[in-house]
C-alpha cells in the first residue's frame, strides 16, 4: 500500500518569530522618548526582576512557568509602584534572599548547577541595579544600561543553551532587554 503524504505547510517567518514581533511592539509602546533621569530608575528598579523570573522558574524547574511567573511579576511590580509601599528592587532582592536561603538549607542549591548559575546571576545583575540607582544619574545609566544589555546576552545564551526558562520567553526578553538597553544609551 501507499502512502501519501502531505507537503510540510512552513510557519511564516513573523509567527515562527512572534517573540521578537511582541518584544518589539512592546519596546515602541514603552519607549520613553524624553530619556529622563525618571526612565533610568524605573529600569534600574526592574532589572533584578528579571534575574528574579530565572531563579524562580529555576527553583520550580519548570520552563512552562516562565510567561505565568512573568505575569505574576508584572503585577507586582505594578502593585508596589501603586502603593508606594517598597520599590521593586529592593523586593525582588528580597525575595530572591528568602528563595537562595530556601534552596540552600534544602539542599538544592548544591544539588543542582542551574540553579546555582541562576544564583550568581540573581547576585550579579541585583548588583549593577543596586549600584545604577545609587550612583550620580548620568552615570547610572550606563551601569543600568550595561544591566539590561548582559541579561540580553544572558537571555540569549539562555535560548541557545535551551535551558531553565522556554524558549520564547528567553527569545522575547533578549529582544526587550537590548532595546531598553538601546533606548538608555541614545535617548541620553
Do not use: N
Amino acid at each position: 500500500m501507499t502512502t501519501i503524504t502531505r507537503p510540510r505547510r512552513r510557519m511564516p517567518a513573523v509567527l515562527r518569530r512572534w517573540p521578537t514581533a511582541l518584544a518589539v511592539g512592546m519596546s515602541a509602546l514603552s519607549l520613553d522618548r524624553s530619556g529622563s533621569d525618571r526612565s533610568v530608575e524605573s529600569y534600574g528598579e526592574i532589572l533584578p526582576f528579571l534575574a528574579l523570573l530565572y531563579l524562580v522558574v529555576a527553583v520550580l524547574r519548570r520552563r512552562g512557568a516562565s510567561w505565568p511567573v512573568l505575569i505574576i511579576g508584572f503585577l507586582v511590580i505594578f502593585v508596589l509602584e501603586f502603593l508606594g509601599a517598597i520599590a521593586p528592587s529592593s523586593a525582588a532582592v528580597a525575595v530572591a534572599l528568602v528563595i537562595l536561603v530556601w534552596s540552600a538549607v534544602s539542599g538544592r542549591l548544591t544539588e543542582s548547577g542551574m540553579l546555582r548559575v541562576q544564583a550568581v546571576g540573581m547576585l550579579g545583575f541585583g548588583a549593577l541595579s543596586l549600584i545604577g540607582l545609587a550612583v550620580d544619574p548620568d552615570i547610572g545609566r550606563y551601569v543600568v544600561a550595561g544591566g539590561w544589555f548582559l541579561h540580553g546576552v544572558w537571555d540569549f545564551v539562555h535560548l541557545r543553551l535551551d535551558k531553565v526558562v522556554s524558549r520564547s520567553y528567553a527569545e522575547w526578553c533578549a529582544v526587550v532587554d537590548v532595546l531598553v538597553a538601546a533606548e538608555l544609551l541614545l535617548l541620553a
